[in-house]
């Protein structure tokens, strides 16, 4: 079956812009979660959606949001965008909420110019 | 993540050499699973480890974890430049169901 997809794998935005980033799960999987990695900070939870409801947040600021969609694809959005959100952004997929064993996509390489 | 520490940050070993990977935890570990990652892509599930003192093998790699040292060790023998990545440790450590990833080791292998 296909695997957790990303779109669109790299970008390049400029400060002060906005951002939308995609992820469609393994087929059956409900739970997506999303990651930002940087070098500096390492990798670092965003956000989790479990069947359209937004199951935990990590600290990040409101400029990071997401949701999921009835067929659990997930969006996730950064308003104002700046320098430091250059990051490679993560989506995960699995079967059950809060699950561990994750299936990760390839990524959005996102740079703020 | 700093609640998950990994040693040594970066590594690089001649191919068929044995290394050690290690993290630890600042909080008491209720599970702890093992992921990949190839530069500048997703990451690929390894192996989890759930009770103290479990060891887990596939192919050349084996992990361990001490619940007792809050630690876990992957073991990678006779190292292979297919072997080269980023490793990381994940765990649920307790608050909020917050997965969190262990600060990463970078392993070069020199063919």
């Known amino acids: 079956k296909a695997g957790v997809t990303q779109t669109p794998r790299y970008l390049i935005k400029t400060r002060g812009q906005q951002v939308t980033l995609s992820c469609s799960p393994i087929?059956?999987?409900?739970?997506v979660s999303w990651y930002q990695q940087t070098p500096g900070q390492g990798l670092q939870f965003l956000f989790e959606?479990?069947?359209?409801?937004?199951?935990n947040k990590g600290n990040f600021p409101g400029r990071f949001s997401g949701r999921q969609f009835s067929n659990s694809r997930s969006e996730m959005n950064v308003s104002t965008l700046e320098l430091g959100d250059s990051a490679l952004y993560l989506c995960?997929?699995?079967?059950?909420?809060?699950?561990?064993?994750?299936?990760f996509g390839a990524g959005s390489r996102l740079t703020v110019l | 993540s700093q609640e998950l520490e990994q040693s040594p940050q970066s590594l690089i070993v001649q191919e068929g050499k044995n290394l050690t990977i290690n993290c630890t935890s600042s909080?008491?570990?209720?599970?702890l699973y093992w992921y990949k990652q190839k530069y500048g892509e997703g990451l690929i599930f390894l192996m989890m480890?759930?009770?103290?003192?479990e060891e887990k093998s596939h192919e050349k790699i084996t992990a361990k974890l001490d619940e007792k040292k809050q630690q876990s060790s992957l073991h990678i023998t006779a190292s292979q430049p297919s072997h080269a990545g980023i490793y990381l440790c994940?765990?649920?450590?307790?608050?909020?169901?917050?997965?969190?990833f262990g600060t990463g080791t970078s392993l070069t292998v020199i063919p």
């Open positions: 087929s059956g999987h409900r739970s």
């Open positions: 994940g765990a649920d450590i307790g608050r909020g169901n917050q997965f969190y």
């Open positions: 480890l759930q009770k103290g003192g």
């Open positions: 995960a997929s699995s079967s059950q909420a809060g699950a561990n064993v994750l299936t």
């Open positions: 909080k008491t570990l209720y599970g």
């Open positions: 959606y479990f069947s359209e409801t937004q199951r």
